[in-house]
C-alpha cells in the first residue's frame, strides 16, 4: 500500500521559515515526479512547487518563487519543501503528492488532475 505522510507544518510568525518533509512507503519513487500543493480554507487545492524524476528540474509558483524551495533525497524515498520569508497567506493545508506513470525525468508535473498518490497533508499556519 502506498503511503505518503507529511510532517514539519505548524505555526510560524511572519517572516520566519519551516520545513516541509514528505516520507513515501510502500514503493519507490526515485523516477516520479513529486509535487506540493496547498488548500486554504474556501478555496481550491492549488499547486506550490514541483520536482522531476531526476531532480534537476524544478518549478514554482509565483506567489511562492525565490522563497521556497523543494528537494528530494531519493536514498529516504522523501520530498521536501524549504519554506523561508513566511507570509499570512501561505497559511493553508499543505499536500505532497506523486506521479504513478513514468515520464521523462525531467518533467515537472504541475496539474493536479495528473497526481496519483497524495499525503494526508500538513498545517502551516503563518500569524502576523
Known amino acids: 500500500q502506498v503511503q505518503l505522510v507529511e510532517s514539519g507544518g505548524g505555526l510560524v510568525q511572519a517572516g520566519g521559515s519551516l520545513r516541509l518533509s514528505c516520507a513515501a512507503s510502500g514503493r519507490t519513487f526515485s523516477s516520479s515526479a513529486l509535487g506540493w500543493f496547498r488548500q486554504a480554507p474556501g478555496k481550491e487545492r492549488e499547486f506550490v512547487a514541483g520536482i522531476s524524476g531526476s531532480g534537476t528540474s524544478r518549478y514554482y509558483a509565483d506567489s511562492v518563487k525565490g522563497r521556497f524551495t523543494i528537494s528530494r533525497d531519493n536514498a529516504k524515498n522523501t520530498v521536501y519543501l524549504q519554506m523561508n520569508s513566511l507570509k499570512p497567506e501561505d497559511t493553508a493545508v499543505y499536500y505532497c503528492?506523486?506521479?504513478?506513470?513514468?515520464?521523462?525525468?525531467?518533467?515537472?508535473?504541475?496539474?493536479?488532475?495528473?497526481?496519483?498518490?497524495w499525503g494526508q497533508g500538513t498545517q502551516v499556519t503563518v500569524s502576523s
Open positions: 503528492a506523486a506521479v504513478r506513470r513514468l515520464i521523462s525525468s525531467r518533467v515537472v508535473v504541475t496539474v493536479r488532475d495528473e497526481y496519483d498518490y
